[in-house]
């Protein structure tokens, strides 16, 4: 038995997070006498997954928004309520782990109402822990919550909640049933793509998998129909029977990658156990996209797109983990826009793609707008943190002694080291979130690093032209430290096109004489110096005698 049922990765265990939504559904008895079927689904709460958190809130009728009574509201409880919101969902509050001693149940209700508007004073009270609280929070997904709505006699209508890929199955398509009926045997047609195929079985989550006949309006439950490719069931997608149609559901879009890094192998032997790896997590994740790079310092590789940095952090972990391949992953970067002299324009992945700068009008980066939580007294470090980040401040407000703050910031910034520098100069008390907002135009360049004169090609990064020469010196400091020593001096610099902005020299290694004469024997070495030793102390009670050192060393090699 394992303490998480739903949460059934290592690595979501570990973090205490959720990764993938998870659907259950349970029969209850409520105290009224009644029998009620639920439909739940577990999504997760961060910022690199919203656009599968809208599409599971577009799937059900109500939320349950779940704060902890330790912590209080953070930055993705109010981007999560925004998107119940969006899909005119009913509220309901929860309280969780009022069993710790920190719990403040009043100051975190004060704080529901302040920062996002919600009556809070009959917030449910849990402890997951303990079980108080459970049949509460029940009842009022019975009460407070409407029942789904549906024409059984419709023709089919089924939204693509999710999917993923089984070995034996085929992909597994998790659907909620809008109008009309899906049956096993059934021939139906997914809008997207207008591809058909052939249901095989239908069945539901108990949180195990349970085989049924069919699904009615309003249920969720999962479809398979012999689907080779994740790629080919997209969420949000509308599902329909064959050779019919039906309106589809609004607000369908394909989840895009934002970040992008490259991923090689530290041992170059295990490139095609990498490309395996790559092509089994693929099966499971179609926001996650690559294609092959080759580097001319790192070798051959892939270049991945993310969805965010946790997502980036979460492909890296299960490849190392998972398939046992150490990997060397570059700086991760954002999507340019980059507009041509000619009118033309192109989208830059790489930053070693950049075109001749005499081509090139403009460049534009994606920038975000991030909403910040964080105790007031931690408020200055914070806006100082964004300013240098290139950052516009939006918003200012205040809910008790936490300040929301609202920046409008460049996402190449925040991909950085962003998250780092505001868990560190907070104490690890501040929340973060943020949704893109568009591109827009800035003095951006290309900075290489050239190890002795020759180009890095997987350490060129695009960088402001005024955080350039900063940027370019803490650069070169740091492989200073990393690259070691050889028998010959290696400069190490950082330039934009032809001029160099900073630089550092790598010392040549010493000449060992000693090491040289005698093949380099470390042991034998030793026992000469300490001969060495010997032989000047005994010297120095017989007085001073000035002897060449060659000679003394001679004279010891022929003692011993």
């Known amino acids: 038995m394992q303490a998480q049922m739903l949460d059934s990765m290592d690595i979501e265990r570990e973090r205490g997070i959720t990764i993938k939504a998870n659907t259950v ?18 999504t997760p709460g961060h910022v690199d997954f919203a656009y599968e958190v809208s599409r599971s809130m577009r799937a059900v009728e109500g939320s349950l928004l779940v704060v902890d009574s330790s912590q209080g509201v953070e930055a993705q409880t109010l981007a999560n309520v925004y998107h119940a919101l969006d899909a005119d969902h009913e509220i309901v509050p929860v309280l969780n782990k009022i069993d710790l001693p ?18 809070a004073s009959e917030a449910i009270r849990v402890s997951a822990k303990t079980g108080e609280g459970i049949s509460e929070t029940l009842e009022a997904i019975v009460n407070k919550l409407p029942a789904p709505m549906g024409n059984v006699d419709a023709t089919l209508k089924a939204m693509l909640v999710d999917s993923w890929y089984d070995s034996y199955l085929g992909v597994i398509v998790l659907v909620r ?10 021939r139906v047609k997914f809008m997207s793509n207008n591809s058909t195929h052939h249901v095989d079985r239908i069945g539901v989550f108990r949180p195990q998998m349970e085989m049924i006949d069919e699904l009615g309006p309003g249920e969720i439950g999962f479809l398979t129909a012999s689907i080779k490719q994740v790629r080919d069931t997209r969420v ?20 895009q990658p934002v970040v992008f890094c490259g991923l090689f192998p530290v041992d170059a032997a295990l490139f095609e156990d990498l490309r395996d790896s790559i092509d089994k997590l693929a099966l499971n994740d179609a926001s996650f996209s690559f294609e092959m790079e080759t580097s001319a310092a ?3 590789g892939f270049r991945c797109g993310f969805l965010g940095l946790l997502h980036l952090e979460v492909i890296r972990d299960r490849i190392e983990r998972e398939y046992d391949i150490d990997l060397i992953t570059t700086a991760p970067s954002v999507i340019y826009d980059i507009h041509m002299r000619d009118g033309v324009v192109k989208q830059l992945h790489n930053p070693a793609d950049m075109p001749d700068l005499t081509l090139v009008d403009h460049l534009e980066e994606p920038r975000i707008k991030a909403t910040i939580l964080v105790p007031d007294e931690y408020l200055g470090d914070v806006l100082k943190l964004c300013q ?12 008790g002694a936490r300040a929301m703050v609202v920046y409008d910031l460049p996402l190449n910034e925040v991909v950085f080291d962003f998250y780092d520098r505001l868990k560190s100069v907070t104490k690890g008390y501040a929340s973060f979130d943020y949704q893109m907002i568009g591109y827009s135009p800035d003095n951006l360049v290309k900075m290489s690093i050239l190890v002795n004169d020759e ?7 695009m960088v402001h032209r005024d ?34 902005i900073a630089r550092e020299t790598l010392s040549a290694m010493r000449k060992d004489v000693t090491a040289k004469c005698y093949g380099g024997d470390a042991t034998r070495k030793k026992k000469l110096l300490e001969k060495q030793k010997a032989g000047k102390k005994k010297m120095r009670q017989f007085g001073k005698v000035d002897i060449p050192q060659e000679a003394f060393i001679s004279a010891l090699k022929m003692d011993g």
């Open 236 to 255: 949000g997608d509308t599902i329909t029977h064959d050779k019919k149609e039906v309106e589809a559901l609004p607000g369908f879009k394909p989840a």
């Open 177 to 186: 049933i809008i109008d009309g009926k899906l049956k096993k045997g059934d």
């Open 298 to 300: 790192l070798g051959f």
């Open 455 to 461: 180009p890095v090609d997987a350490l060129s990064t």
């Open 25 to 42: 559904r349970i029969d209850y008895l409520a105290r009224d006498g009644q029998s009620y079927v639920l439909n739940l689904i577990d």
């Open 388 to 399: 240098d980040r290139r950052g516009v401040q939006l918003d200012l407000t205040y809910a």
């Open 102 to 119: 920190a719990a403040d149940c009043d100051r975190v209700a004060e704080q529901i109402e302040d920062v996002i508007g919600i009556d």
């Open 467 to 500: 955080r350039a020469d900063m940027r370019g010196r803490a650069m070169v400091e740091k492989l200073k430290d990393l690259i070691p020593r050889h028998m010959f001096k290696i400069p190490i610099q950082a330039a934009i096109g032809g001029k160099v």
